[in-house]
């Protein structure tokens, strides 16, 4: 008999259990060789079996050494309950099931004198989501009829660039009656109002972002959608640098800077200007974090293309040298702005907070009129690695604050003048249509989604605390890895094929949601034709209760 | 659904033309009002052209209050005209105690202002009285401007066209440009102001139809000029788009089927002058519309034009003879009023058109 050792960690701490029937198992290995965690290894165990070989019951005992698959007990491999082993299994003789009683947020810090990390998402699933208590409920009816979703044109656009108001725009008339643009106006482009979110080539495989690449190119050549990805924090491959490929993507610079020291060296062989840059302050799923790359994962082509040893990579929460809203007006944007003759919109990504408003504020009121972009990150967002603590309880829902900064747009009458473009959450219903249109009819231009990818491309992980591993290098999709033998998991034709059906089907189902309110473009701010079963959540956006 | 017509012609015309245009639309409406802007007066009102007519319905208070506030700023009452009503048992109308067309000269200390600041004076005057007003809805002041007179009440139009005397032609209340509608607004409250046609610095427009765009566009006007107030109806917007565009901004009229429909991306970008639109569709995004709706609208020198939206039409002809051009929603209007015109040179503007008509009557249609 065994002592007790309660101290000892013992696979019931864990926040997952392996079940495993040794009945079903015939021993292939396929569950060992695909558990990129190391959660499960194979083992002898000593059996004991009664048995009676004669007609009359004469029970005897035999001890067996038996091959089996059993559950690690070790801190660095816990099962983080993707689903490979089953996923691979012949039988079905292995699975992995949510243990309730886990301790292991005791047990990981009391050993490890730090707090647990993770990647993916924040799990805070236990909050009904304030946009699955919206609907469009004002549908057009009779004297306004709806459109025809099928037969009629749609403006499914957003502005992405400083718009400036109609009384300072350098327009001549002419003798001819024609206005006509005699000097400079901010750049900007009218771009699909989904963005693919900022996932930089570090945190995602070389493949994922490949395949993501292509779908933009893909859904931008041959679909007509211009769709834009965000390049995210650490650069690009050169070859794409200098390639025409270059339009369909925003260059993100972030506090570490990662990557802009081979951007700003392929400058001058760009043949295509880049969609615009972003420049991020901050991001809705850890706001007050920067940037996070393990060492995992900072495999040869990232130290390359980044200029960095193998480390853990972490930018800082803040970009330094920036010290105020105007500072960073006239040091970041207008750098940015210059960089590329301010022919590229320039933006910057925020993150949800209390005081969203007052950042905003700032930058509408700019007078260099050079902020392109107001993209707002909420705390329902994913991220490549962040600090539990930082997911579960730092944060601030993006959709009352969208709707905050849009009204204080309008209280100035400079709604529009910088574009809203809203993420965090979105689409983690499957539905990004009607997420992004709802958010559009409470003031955003647009919407950007990250993880949503990810789903796409075959994330095992969920909201529920599954998986949840990209920090960790070992993701067992290929997806936010750089170990060659998982990254090849990943078929990039097959994703990229996966993101296009997708958006072609969420152009589709915004048209669906356009036709009935009987608008041909966008309804940016058209908060009249939402409708919330929940009281509270009607008061706060300021659109209609029903009952 | 609305009926509305205008008529332009070389000559003065009476409104019971306008009464007889709307009349034969009857069954197309409700006919729950009568409202009517008549421009470059003729009759009594041709010696007072270039003075500011006050149109108001109010109660004795309101009359007193107008009174007091015209008179603080100085405005001397030159001429007024009282219609001669005739009210009888069972009509439909909801009658105001008095109904106040009077002309004023300007304040001595503004005689010598450049007419654009005389301009500011006479809406901030009509606001100021709106509001005195509005306190217990002791009365209604429609507009303020030179050679501009506005009507406009509750109840059944051929009981208001008897009430007011307009039935029977003259040439003492006349003008050579009328717009008109028959209905009160249904979408929301039955208010005075909510009846089509809106009248603000000249500009005119009525509208058949609806604006699915009102939130977006009376959020963004609210805070653009002071003028831009009420939004009784959606149909208000259309009115402060244009003046915005072209008193404001100083834009041609054809910029504004640009504003209110903007082409899809798709054509924009095969154009010459795609810079300038696509830098107009930014900049007035919230003024964009989505129909449906047929708009007809008067500029500050009597242009009269027409259009519609660029999806969800709403009927509209334009019928002319040699000296007048008539707008309405059903041709049977026109037909009753100038019947003898050449029916196959009716125009039935399309979604990307204007179809302007000048002083001269020269009728253009500009595809946008």
Redesign the interface.
Known sequence: METVKINDLACNDLPWKVLYDTKRCTLCGSCVAACTFGAIKPKVERRRKSFSDTETPEPKITFSATPVITQVNILKHFCRGCGVCERVCPNNAIRSERNPDSRFNVVYQATTASGPKRGGRNNLEVQARTLDTIRVGRI?QM???S?DAER??F?C?A?LGR?????K?P?T?GPD?????SGQ?PP?H?IYPIIIGDMSIGALSWRMWEAVSMAVAYLNEECGLPVRQCSGEGGMPVRLLKSKYLKYVILQIASGHFGWNRIIKAMPHMVEDPGGVLIKIGQGAKPGDGGLLMAAKVASHIQSIRGVPKTDLLSPPNHQGLYSIEESVQKMFLSFNAAFKFRVPVAIKVAASATSVSVFNNLVRDPYNIVGGFFLDGIDGGTGAAHDISLDHTGHPVVSKLRDCYLAA????R??QIPLWAAGGLGKTGNLAADAFKMFCLGANGVFTGKLMLQLAGCLGNEHSRCNACNTGLCPAGITTQEPLLVRRLDPDRVAENIVNYFLGVDKELRKLMAP?????L??????CLISTDKAVADRLQVQYVC | MCRIGAIKSLNYVHPSKALQLMNSQQKGHDNSGFAMVMQDLGGIFADYKQFPTLSLACTDEGLKIAEAILDALGFRQVFQWLPETSWKPGMDIKKMPNYVFRTFDYPEQCKSLPQREREELLTSTRLRIRAALEKDETGFAYSFWPDVITLKEIGDPRDIGTFFGLWEPDDSFTARTITAQCRQNTNYAIVRYAAHPFFLQGYVTLTNGENTFYQKNKEFQSTLHPGYIGFESDSQCFLYTMHYMHRQLGWPLQYYKHIITPLPFEEVVKRDDREELLAIRQSLAHLEINGPNTIIGTLPDFTMWVVCDAKKLRPIVVGHTRDTVVFSSEVCGINEILPERDWEADIYPNEREIVVVDNNLEVQRWKQ
């Open positions: 057009s004297t306004d009829p459109l009629h044109t403006d656009l502005p718009v400036l108001p109609a009384t725009l327009f008339l009656g024609k206005l006509t643009k106006t900007l009218w309008c209280a100035q009458g709604q529009g309110i009987g608008n041909s473009s309804p940016v701010g058209r908060s009249d």
